[in-house]
Nanobody
Framework: QVQLVESGGGLVQAGGSLRLSCAAS??????????MGWFRQAPGKEREFVAA????????RHADSVKGRFSISRDNAKNAVYLQMNSLKPEDTAVYYC??????????????????WGRGTQVTVSS
């Protein structure tokens, strides 16, 4: 089975930066078979789309709320995907989840398109 493990979360002041990492592994696993995405869920709110990247990294998509501040990238040689977060705001506080979609041809934003999920990493932005 595919396993995803997030890291890089923590506490940061508003205006600061963090980089989240997602390490993927599994039986005969090749990350190039998967579109990858980041989602987040704040307390009392529904899980929402943050960013996605196509299987080869040729296309990306970012939610309007993070566009220009966050950037998703991937390194297939390292079986990893990243989320660089700059100019962080208190409203970015959430648990951030890495996800993999084995059937995507593009950059899906619907969480139900994704097949595998990590356990999440907490990002807290203080004001």
């Amino acid at each position: 089975q595919v396993q995803l493990v997030e890291s890089g979360g923590g506490l940061v002041q508003a205006g600061g930066s963090l980089r989240l990492s997602c390490a993927a592994s599994g039986r005969t696993f090749s990350i190039s078979n998967y579109a990858m995405g980041w989602f987040r869920q704040a307390p009392g709110k529904e899980r929402e789309f943050v960013a996605a990247i196509s299987r080869t990294g040729g296309s990306t998509r970012h939610a309007d709320s993070v566009k220009g501040r966050f950037s998703i990238s991937r390194d297939n040689a390292k079986n990893a995907v990243y989320l660089q977060m700059n100019s962080l705001k208190p409203e970015d506080t959430a648990v951030y989840y890495c996800a993999a979609d084995s059937f995507a041809t593009g950059t899906p934003r619907d969480q139900y398109e994704y097949d595998y999920w990590g356990r999440g990493t907490q990002v807290t932005v203080s004001s």
